[in-house]
C-alpha cells in the first residue's frame, strides 16, 4: 500500500507530465495522448522467439454465482442479449488492463474488478459490482490521488452508472457520489423521455481532478438519451460541465438540423475512448452518429457533432474547434477510435499534431491547437440516395494521406478466387439478390441489396493506431469486412418509414465466415507521418479453414496494437485466436502464438517486480465479429529470467 500511496503523491505533485513513469501502463493508451508508446526495450526481434507465458489470470469466478437479475427490454435490447445470464458463464471481454507501481487492474465481465500482482498474476483483491450493468467491458481509468485522497479507479457500467473505488483496497470511495456511485440517468440526459439504453462501454479520461464521461446510447429509435460528454469531480463525483453533442436552440451547430430534428436526439456520442493534451488541458472527442444511423430523413442537414472530432477545453469543457468526418452519417461511420497524439515534422517545422482513424479507412491528421489539416482534407461529390425522403450530403470529406481500406468493390474483378466453391457460391448470392456494388459513401439502396465497403465493422474501428515517436511511424489495424444492407419500408405504425431489409449481412459466406472479396481481409499498416505516405503493409491473420497455400488472407480484427522501444509491434484482435508481434521498421511478422480465445483487445506492456518485460493481453473470444467464447484469460508474457 505504501507503494501505491506513494507514487499517487509523485504524479499529483506534477499534474501536467506527459507521459507515465518508465515501466507502467496508467491509462488505455499508455499516455493521456494515446500513444501507446513503451520505453520498454529488453524485449527485441532478436530475443522475441523466446517470449512465453508467465502467468495467466482466469476471470470467470470459479463458484457459480446466481443469475443477474433482470434489465429493462429496451437496455436488454440494445446490448443484443436475451434473458438474464448467469455471471459464471463464459462472456466476452475486450478490457485493457492497467499497471501502476506493481498492480494489474481489470474489469471482468462476471460483474467484479480486480487487483493482480502484475508480475506474478495473484488476486491482491476483488470487488463484485452490485446491479445488473456489467463494469465497463473495455476496462476502468486510474486516478492517482493527492495530499487529502488516496488514488481512485473510475469507470461506468453497461446501466449508467459512474463508480470509483479505492486502488489499494476495492473499497468503494464513500465520499464519491452516493457511497462510490453516481448515476448518469438524470433527467436531463434521458431527454424528457422514458428510461432508453444508456451505458457505458469504454474507460471514461482523467484530467486533473476530473472524470469526464461518454456513453452508449441506442441506434433505433430516433428518439431517446442524449450522447452528451460531461465531467465530473473526481473527489466528490459533482458535475463540473456539460457538453452538449446535439446543439441545443441558440448554440453554434443548431443551424445544421432541420428545424425540430434535434429536439430528444439520441446518438453523437462518445462509446470509444478520448485523449488529452494534458498541457494545453485541451480533451479531443471522437463521436458517433446520430439517430438512426442508416436513415436520415428526419433529419435533413450536416447534423453536427455527429461522426465527428470534437475538442473541447477540458476544464470547462467549451468548444476550441472541431471537424465533422462524415456529414449526414447514414452508414454507421462511428468516429470512436481513441484521438492520437504526436509531432509532424514537416516543411522545417514541428507541428503538434491529433491524428484519428476512422470506419471509413482514412486517416486524418490536423493541428491539434487549431484543427486546421496538417495533410490536405477536401469536399468530394459522393452519390445521391434512391431512398424517398433522403437527403444525404453531396459531398463528403476525404483525406489526401492513402487509405488503409479497402473502399469499393466490383463483382466482374474483385471476387474471392481462393477456392472454385467459395468463387461459385459468392458469385451466386451476388447474382440471385441482384446487389449492387457500391464505392465508399454509396447510400444504402431501397429495396435492393448494397455492398458497402467498409462496411459496419470495416476499416478502423475503437481501438484507433498506436506511434512510435523514434521511427515517426503511425501503426493502424484495419479489416475489409463488408456489409450487405437494403432499407425496405417499415410498418405504418413504426417510428420510422424505413428499416433495414433482413437479411443484413457481411459480405461473407456464413457458415465458412469466408469473405466474398479478394484478400487482404485484415491488415497492419505503417504510415510514414513525416512524409504523409504508407511505410509497409502487412497481412494480419489466417484462415484455418482454407489450404495453407491460400490460408494468408488476413482477418478481420477488434482490438489495437501497442509498440515499443524494442522495436516491436504486439497486437491480437484477429478472429483467428493469435497474438502477434511484426518489426517496427520493417512490418515483418516475428512471432505468433495461439491462443484459447480470439483477443479482441489492446495489450500493454510494463516491468515486473524481478526486472523483466511482460507484455499482456485479454483473449476471452466474443465482440460484432462472433468469434465464439471460448476463454476469460489475461494472459502475460515474458522472456525467460535468463535470456538475452
Known amino acids: 500500500m505504501r507503494i501505491i500511496c506513494a507514487a499517487a503523491v509523485l504524479m499529483a505533485a506534477t ?4 507521459a507515465p513513469s518508465n515501466g507502467e501502463w496508467p491509462t488505455y493508451g499508455h499516455d493521456k495522448g494515446g ?17 512465453a507465458p ?20 429496451a437496455q436488454r435490447a440494445a446490448e443484443g442479449v436475451g434473458r438474464p445470464r448467469p455471471r459464471t458463464r463464459f462472456t466476452g471481454s475486450q478490457t485493457t488492463p492497467l499497471v501502476i507501481a506493481g498492480t494489474m487492474y481489470a474489469s471482468t465481465p462476471y460483474g467484479r474488478v480486480v487487483a493482480l500482482d502484475a508480475t506474478t498474476g495473484a488476486e491482491r483483491w476483488v470487488r463484485e459490482i452490485p446491479g445488473p450493468g ?41 465520499d464519491f457520489g452516493n457511497d462510490g456511485i453516481v448515476e448518469l440517468k438524470t433527467p436531463a440526459i434521458l431527454n424528457g423521455l422514458s428510461p432508453s439504453y444508456y451505458g457505458m462501454t469504454s474507460p471514461p479520461l482523467v484530467w486533473r481532478d476530473l472524470v469526464v464521461t461518454g456513453s452508449a446510447t441506442q441506434e433505433f429509435p430516433a428518439l431517446g438519451a442524449a450522447g452528451d460528454i460531461r465531467a465530473w469531480n473526481v473527489r466528490t463525483g459533482a458535475l463540473a460541465w456539460t457538453f452538449h453533442t446535439v446543439p441545443r436552440r441558440g448554440e453554434p451547430g443548431y443551424a445544421t438540423w432541420a428545424p425540430g430534428s434535434a429536439e430528444q436526439r439520441s446518438g453523437n456520442n ?24 442508416r436513415y436520415g430523413g428526419d433529419r435533413h442537414g450536416d447534423n453536427l457533432y455527429g461522426t465527428s472530432l470534437v475538442a473541447l477545453d477540458a476544464a470547462t469543457g467549451k468548444l476550441l474547434w472541431y471537424k465533422q468526418i462524415v456529414h449526414h452519417d447514414i452508414w454507421d461511420a462511428d468516429l470512436e477510435a481513441p484521438p492520437i497524439l504526436f509531432d509532424v515534422h514537416r516543411g522545417g517545422k514541428t507541428i503538434a499534431a491529433v ?3 476512422s470506419k471509413s479507412g482514412m486517416l486524418f491528421i490536423f493541428d491539434r491547437v487549431t484543427g486546421k489539416p496538417v495533410y490536405p482534407v477536401t469536399e468530394r461529390k459522393v452519390p445521391p440516395s434512391d431512398v424517398p425522403g433522403e437527403a444525404a450530403s453531396p459531398t463528403q470529406p476525404f ?51 448494397t455492398i458497402s465497403f467498409p462496411g459496419l465493422q470495416g476499416g478502423g474501428n475503437w481501438s484507433g493506431s498506436s506511434f512510435d515517436p523514434v521511427n515517426r511511424l503511425l501503426f493502424v489495424n484495419s479489416s475489409d469486412l463488408g456489409q450487405v444492407t437494403s432499407l425496405v419500408k417499415a410498418a405504418d405504425d413504426a417510428p420510422l418509414p424505413y428499416e433495414r431489409g433482413t437479411p443484413s449481412a457481411r459480405f461473407q459466406q456464413p457458415d465458412t465466415k469466408l469473405m466474398c472479396q479478394a484478400p487482404p481481409w485484415g491488415r497492419l499498416t505503417a504510415y510514414d507521418v513525416d512524409r504523409g505516405t504508407i511505410a509497409w503493409q502487412s497481412v494480419l491473420g489466417i484462415s484455418d479453414n482454407l489450404p495453407p497455400a491460400v490460408a494468408r488472407t488476413g482477418r478481420p480484427n477488434i482490438g489495437g496494437s501497442i509498440v515499443t522501444a524494442g522495436g516491436v509491434v504486439f497486437i491480437g484482435a484477429t478472429d483467428d485466436s493469435r497474438f502477434r508481434a511484426f518489426d517496427a521498421k520493417s512490418g515483418k511478422q516475428l512471432f505468433e502464438v495461439k491462443l484459447e480465445a480470439s483477443a479482441h483487445a489492446t495489450p500493454i506492456t510494463y516491468s515486473g517486480s524481478d526486472g523483466r518485460q511482460f507484455v499482456a493481453i485479454t483473449a476471452t473470444g466474443g ?22
Open 134 to 174: 456489467q463494469p465497463s467491458l473495455r476496462g476502468v481509468e486510474y486516478w492517482p490521488g493527492d495530499a487529502s485522497t488516496p488514488a481512485r479507479l473510475v469507470f461506468g457500467t453497461r446501466d449508467g452508472r459512474l463508480i470509483a473505488l479505492d486502488a489499494a483496497t476495492g473499497a468503494f470511495a464513500k
Open 399 to 449: 483525406s489526401s494521406l492513402p487509405a488503409f481500406a479497402r473502399q469499393t468493390f466490383d463483382p466482374a474483378t474483385d471476387t474471392a478466387q481462393l477456392t472454385p466453391e467459395l468463387t461459385a457460391w459468392c458469385g451466386k448470392w451476388i447474382a440471385d439478390n441482384k446487389m449492387v456494388a457500391g464505392s465508399i459513401y454509396q447510400p444504402v439502396r431501397f429495396n435492393r441489396r
Open 355 to 357: 491524428a484519428i482513424t
Open 270 to 293: 462518445n462509446w470509444g475512448f478520448m485523449t488529452a493534451d494534458v498541457a494545453r488541458g485541451i480533451v479531443y472527442i471522437p463521436l458517433g452518429a446520430p439517430t438512426f444511423d
Open 623 to 644: 465482440s460484432y465479429l462472433d468469434s465464439p467464447v471460448t476463454g476469460d484469460s489475461i494472459v502475460a508474457f515474458a522472456l525467460p529470467k535468463d535470456a538475452k
Open 54 to 73: 508467465a502467468w495467466t489470470y482466469h476471470m470467470r469466478p470459479a463458484v457459480t454465482a446466481p443469475a443477474a437479475p433482470p434489465v429493462d427490454t
Open 35 to 51: 500513444m501507446r508508446y513503451s520505453t520498454l526495450a529488453a524485449v527485441t526481434p532478436a530475443n522475441i522467439d523466446q517470449l
Open 15 to 18: 499534474p501536467l507530465a506527459a
